[in-house]
């Protein structure tokens, strides 16, 4: 009785320990992909250099974040869509920010995201967007930057860092930031 006591034991052990291997291939194959998204969220925070993106227009044309930022002047970009409510209500203080701060130094873009083209300049011409904008981005830069709920806002320096990102620029935030930049 004691034997085969034994040999359940050794048995069960022996199942255990393959049961483990087999989990540690199956993590080591992933790490990889684990460690990609770790590296882009570090690549994405406040302090790094922007990752640029590209989206084919509604005209055909290709637009690029690298059209806009990294040119000198410090760059608030909105990431947004027709559909959503807050993103909306956000428009109003970024068009103050536009308004207040446009020049030399501060321009604003928006970066319509999982959203149609056609709601998209719908909705800016209903919402009064008239800064610069990079339309049927879709999911890329949300991909990119990590973004997981909108509306994000980032705000990148002259020199494309990221200075800021996330709460702390919207709403009245936002003018709070900028205000100690420009």
Known sequence: ?????????????????????????????????EQTKTSMVISTQEGAMFTDFEAVQPDGSVAKLSDYVGK??????????SWCGPCKREIPYIKAAWNKYKGDKF???SVAVWDKPEDTAKAAEEHGVVWN??????????EIYGIEGIPHLILFGPDGTI??????LRG???????????
């Open 72 to 81: 000198g002047k410090y760059i608030l970009v909105d990431f947004w869509a």
């Open 133 to 142: 904008q990079i339309v049927n981005a879709q999911k890329t830069p949300t």
């Open 1 to 33: 009785m004691k034997k085969n006591l034994i040999l359940v034991a050794v048995a069960l052990v022996a199942l255990v320990a393959c049961g483990g291997k087999k989990n540690s291939a199956k993590a080591a194959e992933a790490a990889p992909a």
């Open 107 to 109: 321009d604003v873009l």
């Open 163 to 168: 200075v800021k990102r996330g709460d702390a």
């Open 172 to 182: 009245e935030g936002m003018d709070a930031v900028l205000s100690t930049l420009l």
